[in-house]
């Protein structure tokens, strides 16, 4: 029996051991397919990363994928700008038409005027008199238009007319010898309507005498003569485009606010451009020229949409990527990928593209109902034909960025940008101090600080070296403390500007030019994605490839100290 039982506890425990070997074969085989798998996901992963970050042309030569994105931008800088010319001249017709008119109406419309306006205001008057005779100079021209004006101007409608209106205080006296005012500052508008026919018979005589012409100089605050008139531009004829119908209104402002003697007279002139609603154009090839611009806009807007959509798949595959990559380095190195590795998957330029394309297509298709005479928006159009025209120059500097000489300029730029705006942030109080300052001391006494929108431009002109001169000679020199505080005022903010604040200005930016520099010889912050990447070599690819890309994942001992903004 001993022997019986010792030999079947020996059988139980090789049974046994032979349970454990198995079960370790088989987890070493489960661990090493999973390690495999891992390493497959691994080469896949660095192979996708490097394709990525190739330039156009080492895409071609590892996979032989034509540079699509490249060659349609090529193409679309030459559409947008050639398009971007055509409207620009028809845009200068548009607004040359525009201010000639306004000139012309100040000639027939303002007694006196001299051709140069005096300030923000056309002229000025300084007697009743004079006063009297403004106003119905302008009712008398405006009455002869047809036989005086030498431009294709003509009467809105036969109700329309020349529209009259005076705003006064209600009532009130004033004796200035003996310093005494009675006076209700309540206004009252009172307005009288001029139509072309009543100032042909003799109604106009009766209006024309009329008391409302009676006026109180001491409660007048101001006249208002406003009338609307037609107009067609014939000049677009000759740049083979259809003609434009605009309407004019015109509004005349006599401004007695003040009451200091002089009477301001404003001249505002309100252009409409409007469809012609009937015209017939003979001998002329304006109709085929225009059909085939409109041929030509929308063959930009098909480009711009291919961009478009081309540039949209770049960004979702990128995003992908970067999913996979985040994945991957979580589930083999435990640990999450750094902000600024993941910003390198997000192509700021594709970004670029993408409005810029944007902005063409709907400039686009605003330029093509200005050409079919169905919308009027010049400036609209203008400013997203011009700016997605910016876009896509800027843009080139992408693809020069692929050489290490050209991409400095993008590199100092993309690392100064930084401390540049904590600079500007700390400059730009001290700016503003100096522009209020200027503003409240030397308004009343020089013209270039009368307002603050006009300070900051002066103050920004004297820090680039311009107009120095003629700042400091027309302040007036009525008061001695004011001249001599403009004086202090002047020189410490050219001082402190031009010779320190620029200087550091300057200073930051040769710093960034200097790091960049010493990157290039000796190599740029090592960062995870570098290092993921740093070994990976395939037989496709070139091996000397560099990134042009540069985080702060491993945060570098920063030269911050070395700026005086930290």
């Known amino acids: 029996m001993e022997i019986i039982l010792s030999t079947g506890s020996s059988k139980s425990s090789v049974l046994c051991d032979l349970q454990s070997e198995l079960k370790y074969l088989c987890t070493s085989d489960r661990n090493m397919m999973a390690q495999s798998d891992l390493d497959l996901k691994e080469t896949a992963l660095k192979e996708d990363l490097k394709f990525y970050f190739m330039n156009p042309c080492e895409k071609y030569r590892a996979r032989r994928q034509i540079p699509w994105k490249l060659a349609l931008q090529i193409l679309k800088i030459l559409m947008v700008t050639t398009q971007l010319v055509f409207f620009g001249l028809s845009n200068q017709l548009v607004v040359s038409f525009k201010e000639e008119n306004t000139i012309a109406f100040k000639h027939l419309f303002l007694k ?14 300084y007697t009743q008199q004079d006063a009297y005779d403004s106003i119905f100079y302008v009712i008398n021209q405006y009455r002869h238009l047809k036989n005086i004006s030498l431009g294709t101007l003509g009467y809105e409608h036969e109700e329309s007319g020349l529209k009259i209106c005076k705003q006064q205080y209600k009532r009130g006296t004033m004796l200035p010898s003996n310093d005494t005012l009675d006076i209700d500052v309540s206004t009252e508008t009172e307005c009288i309507l001029l139509k072309p026919k009543e100032l042909i018979g003799k109604k106009a005589e009766l209006k024309l005498n009329s008391s409302f012409f009676n006026l109180e100089f001491y409660r007048l605050i101001q006249v208002e003569i406003s009338f609307k008139l037609k107009g067609i531009a014939l000049q677009t004829i000759h740049a083979r485009e259809l003609p434009d119908c605009y309407a004019f209104q015109n509004t005349i402002t006599f401004n007695n606010r003040a009451h200091s003697g002089k009477i301001k007279i404003y001249f505002d002139s309100d252009t409409d451009i409007q469809e012609c609603k009937d015209w017939h154009i003979f001998n002329s090839v304006l109709q085929k020229n225009t059909q085939y611009i409109l041929v030509f806009d929308g063959f930009v807007i098909l480009s711009c949409l291919a961009s478009l959509i081309l540039c949209t798949r770049s960004l979702v595959l990128a995003w992908r ?16 990928v750094c902000y600024a590795d993941r910003l390198e998957f997000l192509n700021g330029w594709y970004v670029l593209v993408i409005i810029s394309d944007v902005m063409t297509i709907i400039g686009s298709i605003l330029k093509m109902e200005i050409k079919a005479k169905n919308l009027t928006s010049y400036d609209v159009c203008s400013i997203l034909l011009g700016t997605s025209t910016l876009f896509v120059w800027v843009g080139v500097i992408r693809y020069l960025g692929y050489f290490q000489t050209y991409n400095v300029l993008i590199l100092t730029m993309q690392a100064s940008l930084p401390k540049v705006l904590r600079f500007c942030c700390c400059a730009g109080m001290i700016y503003l101090g100096y522009t209020f300052c200027g503003w409240i001391v030397l308004g009343p006494y020089h013209e270039k600080f009368e307002d603050l929108n006009t300070v900051a ?12 001169f003629a700042t400091f000679a027309q302040i007036q020199q009525k008061s001695s403390l004011v ?27 040769t710093d960034s030019y200097d790091t960049i520099k010493k990157y290039q010889q000796s190599g740029f912050p090592v960062t995870d994605l ?14 000397d490839r560099t990134f042009p890309f540069i985080c702060c994942c491993r945060r570098q001992e920063s030269d911050d100290n070395l700026i005086l903004i930290n």
């Open 457 to 468: 431009e002066c103050l920004f002109s004297l820090v680039n070296g311009d107009d120095m």
């Open 483 to 509: 001249w001599m505080f403009s004086r202090l005022y002047l020189y410490s903010f050219i001082s402190l500007f031009i010779y320190m604040i620029l200087s550091l200005f300057i200073a930051l930016i």
């Open 530 to 543: 570098h290092e993921f990447l740093k070994d990976h070599s395939s037989a496709g690819y070139r091996k």
């Open 112 to 125: 006196g005027y001299s051709g140069t306006d005096e300030d923000d205001y056309s002229c000025s008057i």
């Open 321 to 336: 990527l970067q999913k996979r990559f985040v994945t991957f380095f979580l589930e083999k190195y435990k640990r999450c």
